[in-house]
């Protein structure tokens, strides 16, 4: 990607910052300090909601969609459920799904995309035609397609967010590898024999981290987008069990009477999105050095 | 100002998603000297890329189908499914014949608009689907033409206005926009608009069986301003940074210091070098709404083609699916063309290298 190339030659190549610096004068920036808190506390609800809810997340406790119910805070979902116990256990398969599909993305991207610069040759152009091939699918509907013919499992939505996610990382990582490969130091490693693989790994991948870590909380940000809406779309593995973007689905058409299970739901979702494009910007900024003088965070 | 001039735009450069100029880095960057042959040739170039990526394309999108475990007609059909009904369905999709021949039957089928038939509707996709695709177009269309403007004047001023307050709230704005999901955008406008808070809006958009999305402009709003909502920040941030760094090039102050007027300055000098690496970042957005558009239609229970995908994936009706997979691949790709296309006119300096 020529404008990644063009943004990272001049500050990162020349002072090598590890990544510990990087992420420190990251946590200097208050909008990062802003996204680690919310990313905190949805984690926190997200991981101990489920127990501190006070009812089972399908159990019936009253009238469906009404709100004065005894025992439940938000009231009642679609179907007489309490809306409260199922906001409280609904995150972790949205967040689970996205982190394990946004790491598959990560590790399969920055593989195609490190040995394509390296390789400088035929392979190049062919993995990066390839990868043009799946950006040519939106990935929401790529998902879609997926599910239409082996339908809504885990691993289905897994893969098909994971490979989406892929060619994006590869054109970031090739784009910023490409000036690295470059460099003396390759060279030499080169010259005394060390094997290919590790020239990656060692070589050129530390020098490609901050981008990197740009790029993944990037991707996080977009999977959680596309799971969540797959959800809201209709499409989960347990069509009963509690997810924030079903839950929005669910209760939509009583939106007029029992606003609750929507807000709630819809409020967790945009927080948590939130907090990883916050902190993605904050690991940006740090990374090319300019709010160091200015406070303006 | 703590860094040189590339400082602050590189931020938000880095950022950005599938934005870089997504087919451009083909000539320079796959390797040794860019091939000569003009515009025309550059532009015949890519055209028969984005053929042959549409190809590629296809062959997923009919893969699908083969992709069914087992065999796909009773994947379709389930298990309740009679033997004269599964005849019946293989006979449709061309199930007996050939891979490589179903394919071709396929595919020469669309291209002449003939798309298969839906199994859901018994009808030919194609009619099911015409009406659809205005409406979906319309909605686009309206968003792109409000959204782009709308992007490039906000980030210019932000750039202009740089750590002005104008700047530091639209910057801050545009980055938590910009991490919204749409359909959470879209929900949050109908708790906003139409149930909860005000209910002055249409919460949905009903267009009546051989109606024009046109005549229900009070019903457009709210899909409209959640695409535009979409869209808007991510560019205003790409446009801003541009600028940034347009305004603090050589040429920018040549122009202040010989006289010419601030207006002059930015219309003639700044904007039209800024608009360059935008351009690219524009079109890559709208291909992004042709994804975007399938939920936010889902929400205004809008009748467009990104509803009608929604409805397919969830009846399983694969020949629509398969339809309209390849229509919204379609304009992503001719999107990325033209924005390749037309960051290369737009942008003097990219000329020279063909």
Redesign the interface.
Same mark, same amino acid.
């Given at each position: 990607? =020529? +404008?990644?190339s !063009?943004? %990272?030659t001049?500050?990162v190549l020349t002072t090598r910052r590890p990544t510990g610096a990087l992420l420190r004068s990251a946590l200097g920036l208050r909008?990062t300090q802003i996204g680690v808190g919310l990313l905190l506390l949805i984690l926190a609800v997200v991981l101990l909601g489920p127990r501190v809810a006070p009812h089972d997340p399908n159990a019936f406790v009253g009238t469906p969609s009404s709100l004065g119910v005894p025992g439940a805070l938000f009231g009642t979902d679609h179907i007489g459920q309490d809306v409260w116990s199922r906001f409280l256990s609904g995150g972790f398969t949205i967040l689970s799904l996205a982190a394990i599909a946004t790491a598959l993305g990560l590790i399969l991207g920055i593989a195609v995309g490190l040995v394509a610069a390296y390789s $400088?040759?035929f392979l190049?152009?062919v993995l990066?035609r390839i990868m043009? +091939?799946i *950006?040519?699918?939106? !990935? %929401?509907?790529l998902a879609? +397609? =997926?599910?239409? /013919?082996?339908g809504p499992n885990p691993l289905t939505i897994i893969l098909a967010v994971g490979l989406t996610t892929m060619p $994006?990382v590869a @054109?970031v990582t090739r784009?910023a590898s !490409?000036p690295v490969v470059e460099r003396d130091f390759v060279a030499a490693a080169e010259a005394i024999g060390v094997p290919r693989y590790r020239i990656l790994l060692s070589e050129i991948f530390p020098n490609i981290l901050s981008?990197l870590l740009?790029e993944a909380s990037? $991707?996080l #940000?977009?999977a959680?987008?596309?799971i969540?809406?797959l959800a809201?779309?209709?499409?989960t593995a347990h069509p009963g069990a509690a997810d924030w973007g079903l839950m929005?689905q669910e209760n939509?058409i009583a939106? /007029?009477v029992q606003?609750w299970g929507? %807000?709630l739901p819809?409020a967790a979702?945009?927080l948590l /999105?939130?907090s #990883?494009? *916050?902190i993605?910007?904050g690991i940006? @900024?740090a990374?090319?050095?300019?709010d @160091? #003088? @200015?406070g303006?965070g | 100002m703590a860094t040189g001039p590339s400082g602050s735009p590189s931020a938000t450069l880095q950022v950005e998603p599938l934005a870089g100029p997504v087919m451009l880095d083909r000539s320079g960057a796959a390797g040794g000297p860019a091939r000569t042959g003009g515009i025309r040739m550059f532009i015949l170039r890519r055209v028969l890329q984005g053929v042959l990526v549409l190809v590629l394309v296809s062959i997923v999108v009919f893969a699908a189908t083969q992709a069914l475990p087992g065999d796909p007609a009773r994947a379709i059909l389930g298990r309740g499914a009679t033997p004269a009904s599964l005849a019946a369905l293989r006979e449709q999709l061309h199930l007996n014949q050939p891979v490589v021949q179903q394919y071709l039957t396929w595919a020469t089928g669309l291209l002449h608009g003939d798309a298969g038939r839906s199994l859901a509707a018994q009808e030919p996709v194609s009619k099911l689907l015409a009406d659809r695709l205005v409406n979906t177009a319309f909605l686009l269309l309206l968003s792109g033409l409000i959204s782009i403007p709308l992007s490039v004047a906000l980030g210019a001023y932000a750039a202009l206005w740089r750590d002005r307050p104008f700047d530091v709230v639209t910057s801050l704005l545009t980055l938590v926009l910009a991490a919204l999901p749409e359909f959470v955008v879209g929900v949050a406008l109908v708790v906003l608009f139409a149930t909860t808070v005000f209910k002055i809006l249409p919460a949905i958009t009903l267009i009546p069986p051989g109606g024009r999305p046109w005549d229900q402009p009070v019903a457009m709003i709210l899909p409209t301003l959640t695409l535009v909502i979409a869209v808007t920040p991510y560019v205003a941030r790409i446009m801003r940074a541009s600028m940034v760094e347009v305004l603090e090039s050589d040429y920018v102050e040549m122009a202040r210091l010989k006289g010419l007027s601030e207006r002059l300055v930015l219309r003639r000098h700044a904007l039209p070098n800024a608009l360059g690496p935008t351009f690219q970042v524009i079109a890559i957005n709208l291909a992004y709404l042709a994804g975007g558009v399938i939920v936010v239609e889902y929400i205004f229970n809008f009748a467009g083609i990104g509803g009608a995908l929604r409805d397919a994936v969830a009846n399983r009706d694969i020949p629509v699916v398969q339809a309209l997979a390849m229509v919204i691949a379609s304009l992503y790709v001719v999107l990325n063309l033209l924005a390749d296309i037309g960051t290369i006119l737009v942008t003097p300096r990219m000329r020279t290298k063909l």
């Open positions: 990607m =020529a +404008v990644v !063009q943004a %990272i001049p500050e909008r $400088r040759n190049d152009d990066m043009d +091939v *950006l040519a699918f939106p !990935q %929401i509907m879609l +397609v =997926a599910i239409a /013919t082996v $994006r @054109r784009g !490409q981008p740009v990037l $991707r #940000t977009y959680i987008g596309v969540a809406a809201f779309l209709g499409f929005i939509y939106l /007029t606003p929507v %807000i819809v979702i945009a /999105t939130i #990883t494009g *916050l993605g910007d940006a @900024r990374s090319a050095g300019i @160091r #003088t @200015r303006a | -």
